[in-house]
Each structure stands twice: as C-alpha cells, then as structure tokens.
C-alpha cells in the first residue's frame, strides 16, 4: 500500500517533469537564436526554422499519440518518446549546420508529440478519480513557468557558456525520466486497439500544423500576409475533410465523438475559447518590460517569475477550492476573475512600481492556473477507460491549437494597434487594447461553462451541487465517429 501511494505521487511528477522539459525546450532556443546563427554562419530569420519545423512535428504526430499508446502500452511508448527527445536534444547540441539542426529539430518534435499525451494517459490510468485534482495540479505549473524560465535560462547558458548546453541540459533530465518511467509506471494497454487510421492521421496531423503555423507566424511579419491567410485556409479545409472521413471511419484516430459527453466538450471548447485569450501573456509581458518600461531582460524575466510562484501556490490551493465550489462556478467565477487581472496589465505604466507589478503577476498567475488544472481534470471526468487513450490525443491537440492562438492572436493585435497609431516604435500604452481583447475572449468561455450541470465531475471533485441545481445526465455515447 506504501508503494502504491508513493507511486500516487511519484507518476505526476514524472509526467510534469516531461512536460517540463518540452515547454523549456520550446522557449529556451529562441533566446539563443541570434548566438547559434553566428556559430553556423547562417540568418537569424532562416534559423527561425529550428523553432518552427519542431512545432510543425510536434502538431503533425500528436494524433498519433493515443493509438501509438494502446498498441505498444503506455510505459514502453512513454519511455521511448523520451529517448526520441533526448536523442534529439543531443544532435541539436552536435549539430554543424542549419539542415542538421531541423532535422534533430523533428525528431524531437516527434518525441515530444507522444511524450506528454502518453505520460498524461499513464497518469489517468494510475491515480485514482478522487485525486486527480491534486495531480492536474502538478501538469499546470510547467506550463506556465517554462516561458518564464526559458528566456532567463537561455541567456544564462549563452552569455556564461556556450549554445550547445541548452540541449545538453536535457540529457540527464531524460536519463531520469526513463530510468522511472519503467520503475514507476505500469505498461498498461488496449487488448483491440484496431488498425492504423492513416488516412486520418495524414488529415489531422498536416491540418493541425498548417493552423498552427499559421497562427504562429500570423502578425509577426515574417512571411507575406496572402501566405498566412493560404495556410489557414488550407487547415481549415483538411480539418473539415478529416471531420466528414470520421463520421464514417471506425476507429477514427482523432475520436470526435468524445465531444457528445457534456464534461469533455465543455472543457475542450471552453478551455480553447480561455486560452486563446490568455495564452498570449508569455508573448506579452516580456514585451511589455523590456520594450515598452526600458527594462533588461533580467529584470523582466525576475518580475515575470512571479507567474511560477502564484502557480505553485495554486497547486495546493486547486482541491479545496474546487471541492468547496465544484468545477462549474469555479470555471466561471474564476473566468471572470482571469480577465479582469489580464485587463488591469493594461494599466501598467513605466512608473508603475515594480512591486505592485509583481504582485498582480502573482495573483493573475493563480487564477490562470486554477482554471487551467480545472479543466484538464475535468476534460477527462466521464470518458470511458477504453477512450482514455484518444482523449489524451484529443486534449492536446486542442492546448497546442489554443496555444498558438493565443500567441498569434496577440502578435496580430498588437501589430494592428502600432499600424492604427502609425509609428513604428512600441509603447507601454500599445499593450491596453491588447489585453483588454484577450480579456474578453477569456471571459466568453463562460458561456460554455454556463450550460454545465452544477454537479459536474463530482466524482473528481467531491462537490455536491446545491439542492434544486440541475445535475447531469448520463454521459452519452463517444464512438469514434
């Protein structure tokens, strides 16, 4: 029973741990651009591919992740998908030239696509209903402190050492993570997982990375603007074309048919809806400092910390607070709550003091956080065991969809809001509109928590709706159409 509990414990933080590592791996690089395109003698612009080839291969295999993990078992999937990664890592550190650099790139993209899905699938299968919550919580805070942590660390290794560590860095974090991948975590699997949909996986996955990198790049002026609109586009299109070949496919490898259990969708959606708005403040906030208030990148990256510690705090805070409201008014109380801090940045000036600044970064980073693990719990409330596989596919499509969003959108906004002003010089004033529009698109996702039952995984949560409050129904049926 001991062991049992430890392991209770233990599988989050390896999973978190993996999580970790992609999401500081995904931010880290981007400090030491210009460094590493002065050491392979190419442009900074045309190293930018480094980034956006490991994002494209990060969105094209994700689907894969769930059937990958029902036919080879979760352990062995999960522990593989961390060597991939590591092994990626250290060729990014060997590498000699900008072709050899995008080619570890992918293959670490293609670790990563199948390293947090299936680590967040052995999670469900080992930690019992009534804690998920608490272990939810532990997957919120890399999250949120990679971008922070990232831009700071990456400075570090290449004002004090050389570039080549930012990917060194990963091989004893992986080394660790698979020596307890296979002590830690069962190799659990679907006895008839069925064939291979390949004609889905090529839809979803080459849709899927055209929408993301579309909005990546969306306002950011790389590429002409009728190029970004193409690709979007053409996402769209293989979206829709992978959305029709489902509805007759069994098996489909992206089961949209999850989206009629009421919790699942309202946490997809609503999740997709929040982040788009929120998800752009690693983008902003650094911007905000070090363009708009003269701040080094230091200081800012000190000031931004504040994100992780208000995130920490909500790790022990999560359960109480969800079982004392249940999941359906903290989803929207706290909704509120997140756009009004996102809307009180925008009052931020040059001589705001920095520790007031601080503080609305710390509470905004709590309230961010809580409806983060709110909703990665309860996306997985009523999914059937023998699902839990292609929810996990389903649920991190969708948060690196919303992601990108978030990151597009804010790029796009504040590109639009210099053009209006007609100079080309960034203020502290340029951000308001910014923050407050994301304010308002993380506020319309209570209108897809509103329709919630107030009893709502209250399996996960131990709440019980009030006398009189509508409960659930059923969950309805989920094939894979």
Request: proline share 6%.
């Amino acid at each position: 029973m001991a062991f049992k509990l430890s392991r209770q414990i233990i599988v989050p933080l390896i999973v978190a741990g993996a999580l970790f590592m992609q999401n500081l791996d995904s931010t880290v690089i981007a400090t030491a651009l210009p460094t590493i395109a002065a050491a392979l003698n190419e442009d900074v612009l045309r190293l930018n591919l480094a980034i956006t080839c490991y994002l494209l291969s990060l969105a094209i295999f994700i689907p894969l992740s769930g059937w990958t993990a029902d036919r080879f078992g979760a352990r062995s999937v999960f522990a593989t998908a961390i060597f991939v990664f590591t092994l990626g890592s250290v060729f990014c550190g060997l590498a000699d030239s900008l072709p050899v650099l995008v080619a570890a790139r992918i293959l670490q993209g293609m670790g990563g696509a199948m390293m947090v899905p299936v680590g967040r699938l052995a999670l469900l299968r080992t930690v019992p209903k009534a804690d998920l919550v608490s272990a939810m919580s532990y997957l919120t805070v890399p999250a949120l402190i990679g971008p922070v942590v990232g831009p700071m660390l990456g400075g570090f290794i290449v004002t004090y050492g050389s570039w080549r560590w930012i990917f060194f860095i990963n091989v004893p974090i992986g080394a660790i993570g698979i020596y307890t991948v296979w002590r830690f975590i069962e190799d659990s699997r679907e006895n008839a997982p069925g064939p291979l949909d390949y004609r889905g996986f090529l839809l979803a996955g080459l849709g899927l990375a055209a929408l993301i990198y579309g909005f990546e790049i969306s306002g950011r002026g790389v590429l002409p603007m009728s190029f970004v609109i193409g690709l979007l586009v053409a996402g769209a299109i293989l979206v829709t074309l992978y959305v029709l070949h489902a509805k007759v496919t069994p098996n489909a490898i992206i089961a949209l048919g999850l989206l009629r259990i009421p919790t699942f969708r309202a946490s997809i959606l609503g999740s997709l809806v929040f982040r788009t708005g929120i998800d752009g403040l690693p983008f902003l906030i650094p911007l905000l400092l070090q363009l708009g208030f003269g701040l080094t990148p230091f200081a800012s990256g000190l000031l931004s910390f504040a994100t992780y510690a208000g995130a920490m705090t909500m790790k022990m805070s999560a359960k109480p607070i969800i079982r004392t409201f249940g999941f359906r008014q903290v989803l929207i109380g706290n909704a509120v709550i997140c756009a009004l801090f996102m809307m009180s940045y925008g009052l931020f000036r040059p001589t705001t003091p920095h520790s007031l600044i601080f503080l609305a970064l710390l509470a905004g980073g709590f309230f961010r956080s809580l409806q983060v693990t709110s909703t990665n719990t309860l996306v997985f409330a009523d999914v059937p065991s023998g699902l839990l596989s292609r929810a996990t596919s389903f649920a991190s499509m969708s948060q690196q969809l919303a992601m990108s969003l978030g990151v597009g959108m804010s790029a796009l906004l504040l590109h639009l809001v210099i053009l209006v002003k007609g100079s080309g010089a960034i203020t502290a004033g340029d951000f308001a509109p910014v923050f407050v529009i994301n304010a308002v698109f993380a506020l319309a996702a209570i209108l897809v928590f509103l329709p919630m039952a107030g009893d709502a995984g209250a399996e996960l949560s131990g709440h019980r709706a009030a006398p009189g409050a509508p409960v659930s129904e059923p969950p309805a049926g989920s094939s894979s159409g």
